[in-house]
C-alpha cells in the first residue's frame, strides 16, 4: 500500500508558520524571601515545526521544568507559553487538560502503561480518552514506523522495556499532536534499546514531520537531534545545529567548569 502524502496527514491544530511551541521571557520562581529559587530567567525560545530539538544543561539548570512549563504541565510565574496560536494562559483548567490530551504527545523515563491493556490498547487509550477514533492509515504507519505490528496483543509484562517504551512513542504520536516533548525517555533502557528509541523520534521528525522535544542528560541522545539548547543557571546560554555526541560533549564539560568556579 503506498503511503498518504505527509501533507494529507499534517495536524490539523493551528500553529504560528514554522513553529509549534514557543515561550517568551518565561519566568519560573519557587519560594520567596531565603527560600527564592530562580528555576527559569527570562527564557525566550522557538520550538521549530518538523524539528527535533534536545534540551541539556547541568543538573539542576531548569531544563525539565522548561519543559514542563513549555508543555503546560506546571505554571509559570511570568512570560508566555503557546502551543501553535494558543496562549496557554488563556485557559482555564479544563481547557488546558483538553489542549494537552488533543495537542501535545509525552514521552517520559517511565513507560507509564495500564498492565491490564494490550499494547494496541495503551497506543489508542488517549483518543479512547477523549472520545475519539483512531485514523487507521495513521494508526497503522506509527505502528510500522516502531516496530510493532506483531507485538500488538501483547501486554507490557510480555514486551520488553524497549518495546514498552516503543508503545508509549506510538501512544504519543497517535494523535498527531503539535509537539511532543520526551522527559529522559531513554533513561531506563539499554544503550542498544535507548538507540532504538532514539531513532523513532528521529524518524518520526523525518517521515511524519512531527515536532519532538526531548531533555536529556546524555550526549549521545542529544547528537540525534537536529537542534541542541543549552541552559545554566536557569537561562539559555547556547544552542547547536547539527550536534554531535563530541560537540555536545565538549560543550557541556565547559558548562560544569562555569557552573564549579561560578
Known amino acids: 500500500m503506498t503511503a498518504a502524502p505527509l501533507d494529507a496527514l499534517a495536524s490539523p491544530y493551528p500553529t504560528t508558520v514554522g513553529v509549534a511551541a514557543s515561550t517568551t521571557d518565561l519566568s519560573k520562581v519557587y519560594g520567596s524571601g531565603d527560600t527564592r529559587v530562580v528555576a527559569l530567567d527570562r527564557v525566550s525560545i522557538a520550538f521549530r515545526e518538523g524539528e527535533f530539538t534536545a534540551i541539556m544543561g547541568p543538573s539542576g539548570c531548569g531544563k525539565s521544568t522548561l519543559m514542563h512549563c513549555a508543555?503546560?504541565?506546571?505554571?509559570?510565574?511570568?512570560?508566555?507559553?503557546?502551543?501553535?496560536?494558543?496562549?496557554?494562559?488563556?485557559?482555564?483548567?479544563?481547557?488546558?487538560t483538553r489542549l494537552r490530551r488533543d495537542r501535545v504527545g509525552f514521552?517520559?523515563?517511565?513507560?507509564?502503561?495500564?498492565?491490564?491493556?494490550?499494547?494496541?490498547?495503551?497506543?489508542?487509550?488517549?483518543?479512547?480518552?477523549?472520545?475519539?477514533?483512531?485514523?487507521?492509515?495513521?494508526?497503522?504507519r506509527v505502528v510500522s514506523m516502531v516496530g510493532l505490528s506483531q507485538r500488538l496483543a501483547h501486554r507490557p509484562a510480555e514486551l520488553s522495556g524497549g518495546q514498552q517504551q516503543r508503545v508509549a512513542v506510538a501512544r504519543a504520536l497517535v494523535s498527531r499532536p503539535a509537539i511532543v516533548f520526551g522527559d529522559e525517555p531513554t533513561g531506563n533502557l539499554d544503550s542498544r534499546a535507548g538507540a532504538e528509541v532514539l531513532g523513532f523520534l528521529r524518524d518520526s521528525v523525518r517521515e511524519l514531520g512531527q515536532s519532538v522535544v526531548m531533555v536529556t542528560h546524555d550526549p549521545v541522545a542529544a547528537g540525534y537531534a537536529d537542534r541542541v539548547v543549552f541552559l545554566s543557571d536557569g537561562a539559555l546560554v547556547d544552542e547547536m545545529t547539527r550536534p554531535t555526541p563530541d560537540r555536545v560533549l565538549d560543550r557541556m564539560k565547559s558548562l560544569d567548569t562555569r557552573g564549579r568556579t561560578s
Open 71 to 96: 508543555a503546560g504541565l506546571d505554571t509559570v510565574s511570568s512570560g508566555s507559553v503557546r502551543i501553535g496560536t494558543t496562549e496557554l494562559g488563556t485557559l482555564d483548567d479544563r481547557q488546558l
Open 107 to 140: 514521552v517520559f523515563q517511565a513507560f507509564n502503561l495500564l498492565p491490564t491493556l494490550s499494547a494496541l490498547e495503551n497506543i489508542t487509550l488517549p483518543l479512547s480518552i477523549a472520545g475519539r477514533r483512531p485514523d487507521k492509515q495513521w494508526l497503522d
